[in-house]
């Protein structure tokens, strides 16, 4: 059976070693008072909850999957997913970042960033019930009618009502602009909504005794793409004026899909079939007002990677580690037994580091970003809060896409350690395999991500915000560049930056005269500018361990971070080699291909 | 539902265009009247049995799975399977390539290779029952006795029996010299077995009368270690004088395992309790004799890949043509509907391309190997049979690692291709990736290819064997050096071969003070000489499509092939960049990372 053991210690070196939180707090007046041991003690309980039970239900459920009673239109999860919902509510984790003006804890995002990494790990089907219904909970924060937020907020912030993202339908996914569902005005501020949705995530359960569905649609004046479709909020139960649940609201799941992984949680098929709902923000907006989730949702989705990515490693490491095969290639490593620990061999260890460097470069990176989504939120300056936003929307695809193909890449690997072992279902790391695989296709694949990098995000604004980040590498540079012992560090990622710089520009005038340029460019783009990212965090984590280790102090953490940095600019980072190159190559071999392609 | 039209004109593109098989068969006595129209005849009649009668239980045998009846051992594989094998039977199938002595058809390896390129892109699960019986086959006819082959070869040519190899056992899977299956001499030439197999692929199955298993024991007085292990012949039926069947042999399949993919093949638990089984081959020489079958099972491990590939990219290629999503970035490029079909997107183009090239450079690599088997086997000339003999004895591990890898990232791009809906069972494109999942391990997993090719087949004869292939490359960068139009194939595979030259010596002197310099390197060298070979074999295609096109050939095929090749080394050989550079690394930041791994 698989092991999960949350990893405090590296949360605690990026919170407060790296990125040192609690000073960064101290300046946004509703976190001010926030401190470390508050953080500390939060986190160590909600470890004990995703390893105690959220992740003894993750084989469990994915053996068992979802039931969807036809006939009543309801779901039954797998067993025990229910139970945990009520011990999660009752803890009150969902509330631990929302405003308390609804009842929540008002913890920074950061930490709740946290408690969803170790979710993740744990169960990341099962995480994907509360993780929707807190991306509805934003939504309704921002673009609610003040009605709306005090009928559903309080219910969603206490958990006693869960919520969902109705998006895509059979022929739109990724072209919302083409979504067909409509919404019909009935003269009273209610619309009549009608339509077909699928792949809605938790779209159906036994957990609460209504969920409030999140919905797109067009009005019957829309104009016709992504300008014309406008957010709903379409209940499963209508509410009555004293929060009690009314009539049932003819918005059904009629089908479950037969998926590859995350069997756990319920995707549904939904029909609206004259569903009575109220409008989200303002006609025709929906899409800026869903956005809103999406951007939360997308560096969830980097979190789900990063969850799969820690516990793929932990269950890596200890098999490599028990598990003997062979003589070590330099002699014997353990002469008592009849083989040596396969944790002697070399690619056996590259294997493992792989996932080690991924899971903590992942683990920075979402730490920084979650810091900054508080200071955009909750930073007095507005100076601060706007560069804060630039800054999280410039990471925000690299997020995604980069930490979700490394989870692919780590939890694949993961799984090799393992032999003939990995691909039997009883072990776990498959299901990590299969679960992770998602993640690099919803919420916009990573395609799409990578687009929304090079084209919106980058070149949409001349490389503005890039030249921000840009200079945070430029000032470690400098702040380390005389650092002998710090040279193995930053001088890759000053070579990279600089690399970066001029191929930006470039591929800026290229496509200037060929939009193709950019997308055959794109997601070698994204691949290159997330290793730029994660070498920055890799050069910091260095510079604290080497500092720590010269102030004196012995623990084994310092010295284990300082071999994850080596390794991974050793054996990762050079990737970006082949991806200057290739991005380069440019999009004639892709386009000039129709007889190829016929 | 998924498609499959058999990839006929490029089999024959690389058959008769590209090797000119028939002129080779011509020097070997055994195949000197088989002509291009005999095998272009029966390759049409494989592709329509695996097309019409294997392909369409692909899906259904991966949701059904098999089912063992604990109370009397025996296996039921998923519906329709045991009646296709019967057709395939039937048809003549199973005895292509073997003997004629013992009923075979005596057609060359390379037509055989071919038909099972199409079975394993129709059902790979399915065509593992007679792929693991032409293994058996194989280790008889070379290390049985007289009796053995008189017994078994008939019923393993003509289908009536089927073979298995029964190795792994729970506690060894890669490091055989740990296996603990006894056998005792009876006094009476046949022996006693007794011992637990795991991971025994179609190991029981209600397809045949009697199931022919080929097993590894150690006898009493067995050295320690892999030197101490012998083969036996073990039939589930004991085979009385006459032929027919006499009493169940104690050898019964205890347990099925549950697996990420290939469900329709009976991974079985098999439990020996005192089963009488035969010496094949000389005592405590067993593992010699079964290579014969694991270097056959390589090759075909990497054409299960192959076949996977081809069917993923035509099943994506259709997709891309028909789902309309987006518009292009450089203008629409369907203005009569609602949105362009996402094959004008250029990443969606590369996913595609790269599906379209990993699959056309294994299928000339399979082509090339099997042809060199051939030779090996039957040419008259001894010094053309070694020579033969032991380049498919180098790029052996280079088909099971490389192609098998290479199927990753194809099958993987393929189902990425479909978005949400390829993460969806219906459209098959997920189980193309679970299936291919256990390629990367089974038969010896890819680390364990690259040490072979690295420590053995390379560094092990001093390079001989690799100059080998060297002299190959040289020749054709002779023959076309100075053809302006062949410069962009062979520029890039005459620096590389250059480069690999010199690595090769760098390593051999550093893995001669330092062996794990060696296991820190393969993985890397490994697909650095994949990208060698797939380089020469696409620079060879484009030879002949250029000539083609010279001579006034106007069938689009060739410019097809042209482009192929271009994506193909403008967009994956560059990989090369970065295995160079992380091959070099050393394995310092590999293996001083105790503190990293603790």
């Not at 990125?19 to 300046?27: I, L, P």
């Not at 999009?587 to 892709?590: G, Q, Y």
């Given at each position: 059976m698989p092991i999960y053991t949350p990893p405090l210690r590296d949360m605690q070196f990026v919170l407060h070693e790296v990125?040192?939180?609690?000073?960064?707090?101290?300046?946004m007046p509703a976190h001010a008072e926030v401190d470390a041991d508050t953080i500390n003690a939060v986190l160590e309980e909600a470890g004990k909850f995703a390893a105690g039970v959220a992740f003894p239900l993750n084989i469990s459920g994915d053996t068992e999957g979802c039931k969807l009673d036809t006939a009543t239109h309801e779901v039954t999860p797998p067993k025990g997913f229910k139970e945990a919902y009520r011990q999660y509510v009752e803890g009150g984790w969902p509330a631990l970042s929302c405003d308390p003006e609804f009842g929540g804890q008002g913890l920074p995002h950061t930490v709740n960033q946290c408690l969803y990494e170790m979710l993740n790990s744990a169960n990341q089907a099962w995480t994907m019930y509360p993780g929707l219904s807190h991306g509805a909970y934003e939504a309704l924060v921002a673009h609610g009618t003040d009605e709306q937020k005090k009928t559903y907020l309080p219910k969603l912030v206490s958990g006693e009502w869960t919520g969902t993202m109705c998006l895509t339908e059979p022929h739109c996914g990724t072209d919302l602009g083409m979504l067909r569902t409509k919404a019909e005005p009935q003269g009273d501020g209610t619309y009549k909504i009608t339509g077909n949705k699928i792949f809605i995530s938790a779209g159906e359960h036994d957990f609460t005794e209504n969920i409030v569905h999140l919905v797109l649609a067009r009005l019957p004046d829309a104009p016709k793409g992504s300008k014309g479709i406008s957010l709903f909020v379409v209940p499963k139960f209508h509410v009555k004026a004293d929060g009690s649940l009314g009539e049932r609201n003819p918005i059904f799941c009629t089908g479950l899909e037969h998926k590859m992984g995350i069997h756990g949680n319920a995707t549904a098929q939904i029909a609206i079939d004259g569903a009575t709902g109220t409008l989200v923000g303002e006609p025709h907006k929906g899409l800026a007002a869903m956005f809103v989730m999406m951007n939360a949702a997308?560096?969830?989705v980097g979190n789900q990677s990063l969850g799969l990515t820690e516990v793929a490693f932990q269950n890596a490491l200890a098999y490599a580690k028990d598990r003997i095969q062979m003589r070590s290639l330099s002699g014997k490593k353990a002469p008592d037994k009849e083989a040596d620990p396969i944790i002697v061999h070399p690619d056996v260890r590259k294997m493992l580091l792989t996932?080690?460097?991924?899971?903590?470069?992942?683990?920075?990176?979402?730490?920084?970003c979650t810091l900054l989504l508080d200071k955009a939120h909750g930073?007095?300056?507005?100076?601060?809060?706007k560069d804060s936003d630039e800054l999280v929307a410039l990471l925000t695809p690299i997020v995604k896409a980069f930490v979700t193909d490394n989870g692919h890449v780590a939890t694949n690997?993961?799984?090799?350690?393992?032999?003939?072992?990995?691909?039997?279902k009883e072990w776990g790391m498959e299901q990590f395999v299969r679960d992770n695989r998602i993640n690099m296709i919803y919420e916009g694949t990573n395609t799409i991500q990578s687009l929304d990098l090079l084209g919106r995000k980058v070149l949409g604004n001349n490389g503005a915000t890039l030249k921000k980040f840009g200079k945070l590498?430029?000032?470690l540079v400098q702040e380390e560049g005389v650092n002998e012992k710090m040279a193995e560090f930053i001088n890759p990622i000053a070579y990279l930056g600089d690399q970066m710089t001029k191929f930006t520009t470039e591929i800026g005038f290229r496509g200037f005269q060929n939009p193709d340029e950019v997308g055959a460019a794109a997601v070698d783009y994204l691949r290159v500018a997330g290793h730029l990212v994660f070498g920055y965090l890799f050069a910091r984590m260095a510079q604290v361990a080497l500092r720590e280790i010269a102030a004196g102090n012995t623990d084994p953490f310092y010295v284990a971070k300082l071999q994850t940095a080596r390794f991974y600019f050793a054996k990762l980072f050079p990737e970006t080699a082949t991806l200057m190159r290739t991005a380069r190559a440019g999009?004639?071999?892709?386009m000039d291909t129709d007889a190829a392609l016929a």
């Open positions: 990125f040192k939180v609690t000073d960064e707090f101290k300046a997308r560096l969830g996932a080690k460097a991924y899971a903590e470069g992942a683990r920075a990176l979402q730490v920084f930073h007095p300056d507005e100076k601060v809060r690997a993961c799984m090799q350690v393992f032999g003939g072992h990995g691909f039997i590498v430029g000032q999009s004639k071999v892709l």
